[in-house]
């Protein structure tokens, strides 16, 4: 009796709710809102200095502010994110009690303490080693210890998720296998695993370094295994934005995956081949063989892109499938026409998915090619690249389900619905721009680490043409935007949570968002659980073969112009 007091039935979704796990939720989802307020704090000062005409701050400043920015966008605002999902994905999805609350707890806490030590280490002012913390670059002991902390706490994390499915098996709360969105889940936390763990091997030997108990660490072998943990926290973010994806197809169309089983094995390409990826950080680098770098950048890292083009075939082709069904059926695009685009839980998800594929995706498979890779290598091209994946594709879809949970787990009503529905589309637009112009100003050659692109000063200097000059601006203009609809963000969440009027409970199944802006709160919950297939055969959804072709015809277009740009440096002596 004592534990069934502890669940709560949710009208909104139809989901039996876990308080301890909601109270895990709430706080992980509260961290990362923070550590994105911020990053994005840091991104706008950044971005003024990045503009030409701007130039804002002097080089110190630059790289300390770039390392506090990297760190608190790329790992912390992500994983404390990323956790609440693992939570939401076991618990609350599967209808069982969280394993080890207790545990949990002393996970978010560990979490907590090591993203402020690290902050503290790098505002301190001598540990602006940049995300990637190269050695022979010395920073404070606490900047390690401050990652390895919060590492741990993740890895703590997600052996609690796994618990939590023995659990939910055991007791039987669900049958047959694991709904998609969980799997998606599980999918994130075992690539978390790898990720952690390769951090610990290389991270734990450099603090023993900073605090002087070993004399030296290779610098090959620490870039070598760096970027098994480096870049695959990002495949992390891949699952997990995906898992949101169909989250989303549930929650606003009843959605099911085209074919589930194929949903199913594009996620199993991700644990098999996603962390392969990290290679093209190392593509220029001596000491690795020629037979290595072929076979991560060519066999290897083409599977783990199908994952990526099925599931960005799967997720609209099932929106498709339940639009045609509601009689959305004129022409190719009604489905896509008639969505509701003034839902910031769709409009999010949706334009995530698109500049996820077409910008992110794209852009990192000509990264990833060896050849094309030493054009693009260290040049502003690469964080375009990983704005167009991280920001655009992860960043925006989780602002996305957060209005969605914002009343199903917050229990709060949205503030600010009107801001709340333009928010995804400037901030959107804004990180699209950025990705773009930056991708732009790197194929002319802008470098990615140096802070003024004029080199005013530098007896050595070189002059990049009039049109890098002018993508940088519009990058910075875009990264502006972007930083006005993040801002946007923050407000709406920060005043829902704290200011926003309360939805209670046994109230809950009166309250409806209004018209085109909230989700169709049909049992989202049943919903996310369904298994099964809506269509057999791609051509129950030809709009989205249509768009799937547009996108197979831009790649093809774009990987043989960077093919030609290669080709102007072949006459080279």
């Not at 077409?358 to 060896?370: D, K, Q, R, W």
């Not at 699209?432 to 194929?443: D, H, I, K, Q």
């Not at 609809?485 to 209670?504: C, D, N, P, T, W």
Request: glycine share 8%; hydrophobic share 55%.
């Amino acid at each position: 009796m004592a534990l069934n007091r502890m669940f709560r039935a949710c009208p909104m979704t139809g989901l039996k709710v876990h308080e301890p796990t909601e109270a895990l939720i709430k706080a992980n989802a509260v961290a990362a809102v923070v550590s994105l307020a911020v990053g994005g704090v840091l991104a706008l000062l950044i971005t003024l200095t990045r503009w030409p005409a701007v130039h804002l701050l002097p080089p110190d400043w630059f790289y300390l502010l770039l390392t506090a920015h990297g760190l608190n966008m790329l790992i912390y605002w992500i994983i404390f994110f990323e956790v609440a999902i693992l939570y939401f994905g076991s618990s609350l999805l599967l209808g069982c009690r969280l394993a080890t609350p207790r545990v949990a707890w002393f996970a978010f806490w560990l979490m907590v303490l090591g993203a402020l030590m690290n902050n503290y280490a790098v505002f301190r002012g001598d540990s602006s080693v940049m995300f990637t913390s190269y050695v022979p670059m010395p920073a404070h002991p606490t900047f390690y210890l401050g990652l390895i902390l919060f590492a741990v706490g993740a890895l703590i994390a997600c052996f609690v998720f796994f618990g939590t499915l023995v659990i939910a098996k055991e007791e039987r709360t669900y049958n047959g296998s694991v709904p998609l969105v969980t799997f998606g889940a599980l999918t994130a936390a075992i690539i978390a695993v790898f990720t952690i763990a390769s951090g610990a091997i290389i991270l734990i030997p450099t603090f023993m370094w900073s605090i002087g108990l070993v004399d030296s660490v290779d610098s090959l072998m620490y870039r070598t295994i760096y970027w098994a943990f480096g870049h695959s926290a990002q495949q992390i973010n891949v699952s997990a934005h995906v898992a949101v994806w169909y989250t989303v197809a549930a929650i606003i169309f009843g959605a099911k995956p085209m074919s589930e089983k194929v949903s199913r094995m594009a996620f199993l390409l991700y644990i098999l081949f996603i962390t392969i990826a990290s290679a093209h950080h190392l593509l220029t680098d001596p000491g690795l063989t020629s037979n290595w770098k072929i076979l991560n950048t060519s066999y290897a890292i083409y599977l783990a892109v199908l994952a990526s083009m099925v599931h960005g075939l799967t997720v609209p082709g099932a929106i498709e499938v339940a639009q045609r069904k509601k009689g959305y059926t004129r022409g190719l695009f009604e489905w896509l026409r008639k969505a509701p685009w003034g839902n910031p839980v769709f409009s999010g998800m949706f334009m995530s998915l698109v500049g996820f594929g077409f910008l992110g995706g794209i852009s990192g498979v000509i990264l990833g090619t060896e050849q094309l890779n030493i054009i693009m290598h260290n040049t502003i091209y690469v964080p375009g690249h990983f704005h167009a994946t991280v920001v655009i594709g992860t960043t925006l879809a989780f602002m996305a389900i957060t209005y969605f949970v914002l009343p199903a787990i917050f229990r709060r009503e949205v503030s600010f619905t009107k801001m709340a529905q333009w928010q995804p589309y400037i901030f959107g637009i804004g990180m699209t721009m950025l990705a773009l112009f930056m991708m732009g100003a790197g194929t002319l050659g802008v470098p990615r680490r140096h802070w003024d692109i004029s080199f005013s000063g530098n007896p050595m200097g070189y002059e990049f043409p009039g049109a890098a000059y002018l993508m940088m601006g519009l990058a910075s203009i875009g990264g502006v935007l972007a930083v006005v609809g993040g801002a946007m963000y923050v407000l709406i969440v920060v005043h829902s949570v704290f200011l926003g009027k309360r939805i209670e409970t046994p109230g809950f199944e009166r309250v409806r968002m209004r018209e085109g802006y909230a989700p169709a709160m049909q049992p989202s919950g049943v919903a996310l659980q369904a298994h099964g297939s809506a269509a057999h055969h791609a051509w129950a959804a030809p709009g989205t073969f249509t768009l799937a072709v547009v996108f197979l015809a831009s790649f093809i277009l774009y990987y043989f112009v960077n093919w030609k740009y290669l080709a102007t440096v072949w006459p080279l002596k």
